[in-house]
């Protein structure tokens, strides 16, 4: 015999080895390595956005204290200001509140050592000096990541120009 139109033949069994050998666990292998880059991926992705969730907090924290001392009463002829001003403004930016009875900081870690304030101002002397803007900054701060540390130094900085009562005598 032949076929006849239509028949189908019997199936050929090739005993042959595959071409590429076996596949048996590559799915293993290949999941090893995609999650390895997804790991990565996702923890630098985490760590862009803890960095730049504590800088924002900082950010809000420098321009409210700024903010505040724009507009409090500056009682020096100098560019130093007194300590209650520049303290109130310290508080201010750490705890959220002038007068520093809060005892939790705004961001964790910081403290009133990290906060810098300075005058800015026209004149040089008691007679023609006056404040013209206040500029409050972050020093020191270092932000604790899951890849490594940062450390903030002058950044963030916020200027306000001065609005206050100017009283030095």
Do not use: C, W
Not at 27 to 36: C, N, R, T
Not at 58 to 69: C, P
Request: hydrophobic share 35%; net charge positive.
């Amino acid at each position: 015999g032949g076929r006849v139109a239509g028949e189908i033949g019997p199936m050929k069994t090739s005993h042959s080895k595959r071409r590429f050998g076996s596949r048996a666990g590559s799915s293993m292998v290949e999941f090893a390595l995609g999650s390895g880059v997804l790991v990565a991926a996702f923890t630098f992705t985490f760590q862009y956005g803890f960095i730049f969730y504590q800088y924002n907090a900082l950010f809000n924290a420098v321009n409210n204290g700024a903010h505040f001392g724009a507009l409090q009463t500056y009682d020096t002829d100098n560019t130093t200001p007194s300590t209650a001003f520049s303290n109130a403004i310290k508080n201010m930016v750490v705890y959220g509140d002038p007068t520093g009875t809060a005892t939790s900081p705004v961001v964790r870690g910081l403290t009133t050592s990290n906060v810098n304030v300075s005058i800015g101002s026209v004149g040089t002397n008691n007679t023609t000096f006056a404040p013209t803007s206040v500029t409050v900054s972050i020093s020191n701060y270092t932000i604790n990541g899951v890849i490594g540390n940062f450390t903030l130094s002058g950044k963030p900085a916020v200027t306000y120009p001065f609005q206050g009562l100017f009283t030095p005598y």
